[in-house]
């Protein structure tokens, strides 16, 4: 972490939030039998652009924290979407849905998915280059 600027270290640590949450995710999914690629994927995205970010020089690398961001946000939007039935069944006090899963592992994750956005976002905002 020595001689990374402001903006490679938070990118870091979104993407170290982004693992908490993807592995938060993955225990879920196999606790109530809920896996979704496609979640899993966008999470595992968003952790390859936020390192790609520090490891890479390239030009091209610029964008790879916006894009680390892009993917956290696909992917809580996604997982969001996909628990509905969650949020109708035990915000209602009913089981219509035949949900899987508590609200507090949802918004365990859906937290963590914010906290990696916010700190992305601000590496976005700062320079690459040292001062």
Do not use: H
Request: aromatic content about 10%.
């Amino acid at each position: 972490m020595k001689g990374k600027s402001i903006s490679e270290k938070l990118s870091l640590i979104s993407a170290g939030i982004s693992a908490v949450t993807l592995i938060s995710f993955c225990i879920y999914g196999l606790v109530y039998n809920y896996m979704d690629i496609a979640v899993t994927l966008s999470f595992a995205f968003s952790i390859v652009c936020g390192v790609g970010y520090v490891i890479l020089k390239k030009k091209l690398s610029e964008v790879l924290n916006l894009l680390q961001v892009i993917g956290m946000a696909w992917g809580m939007g996604l997982f969001f979407l996909n628990s509905y039935p969650v949020w109708a069944d035990r915000l209602n006090g009913i089981d219509m849905y035949g949900s899987r899963g508590t609200l507090l592992p949802v918004i365990t994750i859906i937290v963590l998915c914010l906290g990696a956005e916010v700190v992305g976002i601000i590496s976005c905002f700062t320079r690459k280059e040292k001062a």
